[in-house]
């Protein structure tokens, strides 16, 4: 029998402790190829965030290091300022990235960091139980707007990379999805597209990925699925939103 | 030759010939200084100087270069410093060396920028979240702040450990004489814990989540062991006249400096008067304490507070002999007659 697939190289043999249906684990398997095929392993020093990605250094197979809710971009800064040479990614969930993370998030995109952030918007808090992120859409039920999020009480969704995109030191900004195979082969491109962006020494680049979560969304596989495509794409729609790696 | 300088020029020297390679800072009076020190230094040196968007992104940058083995520091003022606990903490946890360095000013709250010595407990019982401790230093002297800043690196390598340099306004403003005597260091050993990307070897991960069963628990039985080490080693202190002293007075940093004129002019009145400065705040002196504690002895623990180190006093004569205070706070010093009139009651 002729193996035609492999695992890649940048993922070890271990067992995800993601939930059932859940898109993380396809969206570390797109990271790790891409790693590999651009030939990164071992050059790579990634920083995993607080939250569904916190144990991504038990996953991932080259270096990585933890840091506190929200600090990635700084940690990252430290990291890529101190060592140029060397390819350096954030993975970052919604919550970390948008909220407690904010300010890092901004001032490491405005000061042309030549970094990469993989970005997993799910609209929850999904590793606390699925509380109203920064993400949310409005109407939708969590942990914490039982209700549905009431943009009078709670504010409105973010659209991070339309917020970043005004900041010069962005080179590359797109937002993907991963819920169905010709999104996830879309999704494969633009984080290839944004590591090549940092190889290059472009600056910023980001790669927001729509993600479902439904053991927090309190839905079936396929139904978190379906309601990816019709509800959450309606609030945050697919496509560049700034790519500066030409000029 | 010595050359006239700020106490907090001082210290970037020490850092420059301890072969710093990145310094991540934030303003904050008083100790500007300090960072625009390395704003310009860094570029000739062609090393890194970052001026972060706040406190908490600063140290959690020293956080990424320090997983890297880099050298690196940064620096701030007491409102600074309840920002930057956060990573301090997982730096302690994570066991990377580091210098933080706190200029103290007056506080609570936004207090005002004269110097004090009121984050005694934040630098030396936790400050932030966890059980951890950090090597606390304290100068009494712009010489000291170089010279403790140029050892503060191999001290935080040797342990794996932040070391926290605490001073105060006035040693960080105040110009004395200073001899740059060190030689720059270089040649630095590898570390085998570092992330240096796994070319050649297998990935590395640096990480405080320990939720498997017990794993935590050994994880700070480790770090104490480690804290138990430094305990016994790297104590710092000075004396001066404690010999035949009847009133030890104890104080550090710029206190010591008072209280070292108090005892003199004590002295002078015929006061077998003493002085006892801890150098290192954490691990405390507590056994020379303990020793200089006998029977018809008194302690002044002299500070700008109202009463923090006074605490670790008591803790080490547990109650053999009485343990006096006096103390100022809110940006003011204390005068050597304040202090030699408290000794003069003591008597």
Redesign the interface.
């Known amino acids: 029998m002729q193996k035609i697939l492999s695992k890649p190289e940048s993922l070890k043999d271990s067992v995800m402790s993601y939930c059932p249906g859940c898109g993380h684990g396809i969206i570390h398997r797109l990271v790790a190829e891409c790693i590999d095929e651009l030939n990164l ?5 990634a ?2 965030p607080v939250g569904c990605a ?2 991504a ?2 996953y ?9 809710h929200g ?1 990635p971009p ?6 890529k ?3 140029p040479d ?2 350096v990614f954030t993975y970052q969930g919604d919550g970390d990235i948008a909220a407690i993370g904010m ?2 998030t ?2 490491a995109a405005n ?1 042309g960091e030549n970094i990469t952030t993989i970005f997993v918007n799910n609209a929850n808090y999904g590793m606390t139980g699925g509380q109203m992120a920064p993400t949310t859409l409005i109407g939708q039920k969590t942990e914490t707007s039982p209700f549905g999020r009431d943009p009078k009480r709670d504010g409105y969704p973010i659209h991070l990379c339309e917020l970043l995109s005004s900041l010069e030191g962005t080179a590359y900004l797109e937002r993907v999805s991963i819920y169905n195979p010709q999104n996830i082969i879309k999704a494969k491109k633009a984080i290839k597209k944004a590591f090549q962006c940092q190889i290059d020494g472009k600056g910023f680049s980001l790669v927001e990925i729509i993600s479902n979560c439904p053991v927090d969304w309190g839905m079936t596989p396929l139904e978190s699925i379906k309601w990816t495509e019709e509800t959450f794409l309606k609030e945050f729609s697919l496509g560049v939103i700034k790519d500066k790696t030409n000029v | 030759m010595k050359i006239l300088m700020k106490g907090n020029i001082a210290l970037c020297e020490g850092a420059v010939a301890a072969g710093i390679d990145a310094y991540f800072g934030y303003p904050i009076t008083p100790q500007n200084e300090v960072p625009a020190y390395f704003s310009k230094k860094m570029v000739e040196l062609n090393k890194v100087f970052v001026q972060a968007e706040s406190e908490i992104a600063a140290a959690n940058m020293v956080l990424g270069a320090a997983a890297t083995g880099k050298r690196t520091m940064t620096s701030t003022s007491s409102p600074g410093m309840s920002l930057k606990q956060e990573a301090i903490s997982y730096m302690a946890a994570l066991q990377l060396p580091a210098l933080i360095v706190n200029v103290q000013r007056g506080g609570p709250g936004l207090g005002n920028i004269s110097g004090s010595q009121a984050d005694y407990f934040q630098a030396v019982k936790g400050g932030g979240h966890g059980d951890y401790r950090l090597i606390v230093l304290a100068p009494n002297s712009a010489q000291e702040m170089y010279e403790f800043a140029y050892d503060s690196f191999d001290l935080a390598e040797k342990y794996r450990i932040p070391v926290l340099i605490l001073t105060d306004g006035m040693i960080g403003q105040m110009m004395e004489p200073v001899e740059l005597n060190k030689t720059p260091k270089k040649d630095f050993i590898e570390k085998d814990w570092a992330l240096t990307a796994c070319k050649g070897r297998e990935p590395r991960s640096i990480k405080s989540l320990l939720m498997r069963d017990g794993v935590l628990e050994k994880h700070n039985i480790n770090l104490q062991e480690k804290y138990k080490l430094i305990s016994q080693n790297e104590v710092q202190y000075e004396t001066y006249n404690t010999d035949n002293a009847e009133i030890i007075v104890i104080a550090y940093g710029i206190s010591s400096r008072i209280a070292k004129s108090a005892v003199k002019l004590a002295r002078q009145e015929g006061i077998k008067a003493g002085l006892l400065r801890p150098k290192t705040l954490w691990p405390f002196p507590s056994e020379i304490i303990k020793s200089l504690a006998k029977d018809g002895t008194k302690l002044l623990v002299a500070e700008l507070s109202h009463g923090q180190m006074v605490e670790d006093v008591r803790l080490a004569v547990n109650g053999k002999v009485p343990v006096e205070f006096i103390g100022k706070a809110g940006g003011g010093v204390l005068s050597e007659q304040d202090l030699l009139n408290k000794i003069k009651n003591l008597k």
């Open positions: 392993r071992e050059k790579t020093i920083v995993a916190v144990f250094y038990d991932f197979n080259f270096d990585v290091t933890e840091a506190p600090r700084a940690v990252a800064t430290g990291i300022r101190t060592n060397k390819f300010a890092e901004i001032h000061r």
